[in-house]
């Protein structure tokens, strides 16, 4: 079966550098998108960035752009997301998912296969 398994994340201070990662195994797609979402606590899941395994377009929401990085290692099946100039505010539990399909879009709901997620915690 499909599994996507995230790895990398941890505690750093203000302005610090975390690179996640995000194994996927079990599916045998043609066309698909990798995304990572985040939720922190006592909010809703957002999205943060996606990626079309094809061509390796990106998008970014907003409130990440010019600091965060998505890009992925077909052979290894692991997209990575490099974090740099972190904030509290980026302080939530990362997930990252797969969507049938060549759309970038962060529709949580448009995504079929989710991972555990692991903690990113911006604090000094």
């Known amino acids: 079966q499909v599994q996507l398994v995230e790895s990398g994340g941890g505690l750093v201070q203000p302005g610090g550098s975390l690179r996640l990662s995000c194994e996927a195994s079990?599916?045998?797609?043609?066309?698909?998108?990798i995304g990572w979402f985040r939720q922190a606590p006592g909010k809703e899941r957002e999205g943060v960035s996606c990626i079309r395994h094809t061509d390796g377009s990106t998008y970014y929401v907003d409130s990440v752009k010019g600091r965060f990085t998505i890009s992925r290692d077909n052979a290894k099946n692991t997209v990575y997301l490099q974090m740099n100039s972190l904030k509290p505010e980026d302080t939530a539990v990362y997930y990252c998912?797969?969507?049938?399909?060549?759309?970038?879009?962060?529709?949580?709901?448009?995504?079929?296969?989710w991972g555990q997620g692991t903690q990113v915690t911006v604090s000094s």
């Open positions: 079990g599916f045998t797609l043609e066309s698909y998108a």
């Open positions: 998912a797969i969507k049938r399909g060549l759309l970038l879009r962060l529709f949580s709901w448009e995504y079929d296969y």
